[in-house]
């Protein structure tokens, strides 16, 4: 896969959200869980080792939970809280908390502070909330929402769903077919491996797809964004000025969906080693409308809106080929 840093660079100056893997809830973690009637509530002051009511803890405070299902809460200083197994719920509150589901479909709040998260395994809820968050799915089908501030969300295994809410985010899909969503703010948005659906949102978002053989379907959404397509991707800019970045080392060809010629960008990223490439722009036999980039002769992509296209539209940028 080409690297892509150097085209970050150098666009730094210019130029359907598939909704989540189900509806979720935000849960109270007051409530009682109902489907078992043993349930473990602890806070961070009652399972610290004799604490002393007259100093203030020392922090990281170590909480842990018992197997079942667990309803854990952080303290007023920095917590390391472990659910172990069990269906847990976990809020971490203020300060700087690190919390592990563990095993079992956990709920997990950082709140204040900035935290980080992980599900573990089997299928999760991380909300970060306040404070630059970073949020690891792990394992299963989980639900990731970064909310307020800068934060770091990662699917890891499975299908999972990301949001990253206000600020500028960085999600990062993991293997599975993933659903992302930036939100608002200027976010990167990497879908990993499998067939994933992102959406950058409001801001200035970075949209990638991966030449994996699943096909991806990236869109901007508003702001001036950069998509870039890998094997099979489809690609739709949304408003603003966008960049199209086609991945030459793409198997199959990639779809441009709302290319305009007199506002939008179109780059090709080629292996530095091999040398520029020979481009031709031909009409589609289908449609006179829609324009084929052919490279090296194999079809690369096929551009709709880009009847008045020309090679010379077309910006090459040399990649260093990772590994």
């Known amino acids: 896969m080409l690297m892509f840093a150097s085209l970050l660079a150098v666009m730094a100056g210019a130029a359907v959200f598939v909704g989540a893997d189900g509806d979720v809830e935000d849960p109270d973690l007051e409530d009682d869980p109902t489907e078992e009637p043993e349930v473990s509530v602890s806070t961070g002051s009652s399972l610290l080792d004799d604490p002393d009511p007259d100093t203030t803890p020392t922090s990281p405070n170590l909480i842990h939970g018992t197997e079942g299902h667990d309803i854990l809460s952080g303290t007023s200083a920095a917590d390391d809280i472990v659910g172990a197994s069990g269906d847990d719920q976990i809020n971490g509150y203020a300060d700087n908390d690190t919390i592990y589901g563990g095993a079992g479909d956990d709920i997990l ?15 999760d809820i991380l909300h970060g909330e306040d404070g630059n968050d970073s949020l690891l799915g792990d394992d299963g089908a989980d639900s990731l929402f970064g909310h307020m501030d800068d934060d770091t969300l990662n699917g890891g295994g499975g299908d999972d769903s990301l949001i990253g809410g206000f600020g500028e985010d960085v999600l990062s899909g993991g293997t599975g077919s993933d659903a992302l969503h930036g939100g608002y703010g200027d976010d990167e948005l990497d879908g990993g491996a499998g067939q994933d659906t992102l959406f950058g949102g409001d801001g200035n978002d970075i949209v990638i797809g991966n030449t994996d053989a699943e096909t991806d379907y990236l869109n901007g959404g508003g702001g001036e964004d950069t998509l870039i397509g890998g094997t099979g991707d489809i690609l739709t800019g949304g408003e603003g000025v966008d960049t199209f970045a086609l991945d030459g080392a793409a198997a199959s060809p990639i779809t441009v969906m709302d290319f305009d010629r007199a506002e939008d960008n179109l780059v090709l990223l080629y292996a530095d080693q091999d040398g520029p490439p020979d481009i031709e722009i031909r009409p589609t036999s289908s449609d006179p ?11 690369l992509a096929v551009v709709h809106g880009g009847s008045n296209l020309t090679t010379s539209d077309i910006t090459l940028i040399a990649q260093a080929v990772a590994g």
Do not use: K, R
């Not at 709040?109 to 299928?123: E, F, T």
């Not at 409308?289 to 079809?299: C, H, L, Q, T």
């Open 109 to 123: 709040h950082g709140a204040q502070g900035d935290d980080a998260l992980s599900g573990g395994s089997d299928d």
């Open 289 to 299: 409308e829609m324009i084929e980039v052919v490279v090296d002769g194999e079809p």
